[in-house]
């Protein structure tokens, strides 16, 4: 399985970016139950952004919901993160992950995937 992530890239203060995450591989034959958005600023510890379910239930961290959106594609195992109003403060590479969870002879699975990351850089 990998995770394709993409639309990183320069903007200026305020301006908005919307970042895709395609999941593929000829083992990714199911689909994948939570795809989120990391990030990891500088210096920063990787933080959680926002993740969705395969059903499309959506959840922003507390202090990116009113700028960032987290959405499935109709295509499968995709996942977008649009983000609007950017700041300097939200440069970090972003990271796609995407969670599968499965029993095995009743016990539960969960398996965790990870796109290689993209820049953003928010900057005048």
């Known amino acids: 399985v990998q995770l394709q992530a993409s639309g990183g890239g320069l903007v200026q203060p305020g301006g908005s970016l919307k970042l895709s995450c395609v999941g593929s591989?000829?083992?990714?034959?199911?689909?994948?139950?939570?795809m989120s958005w990391y990030r990891q600023a500088p210096g920063e510890q990787r933080e959680l952004v926002a993740f969705?379910?395969?059903?499309?239930?959506?959840h922003e961290a507390d202090s990116l919901k009113d700028r960032f959106t987290i959405s499935r594609g109709d295509a499968k195992n995709t996942a977008y993160l649009e983000m609007n109003n950017l700041q300097p403060e939200d440069t970090a590479v972003y990271y796609c992950m995407a969670v599968r969870i499965f029993q095995t002879m009743g016990i539960r699975n969960v398996t965790e995937y990870w796109g290689q990351g993209t820049l953003v850089t928010v900057s005048s």
């Open positions: 969705v379910t395969r059903d499309g239930s959506a």
């Open positions: 591989g000829s083992d990714l034959t199911f689909n994948l139950d939570v």
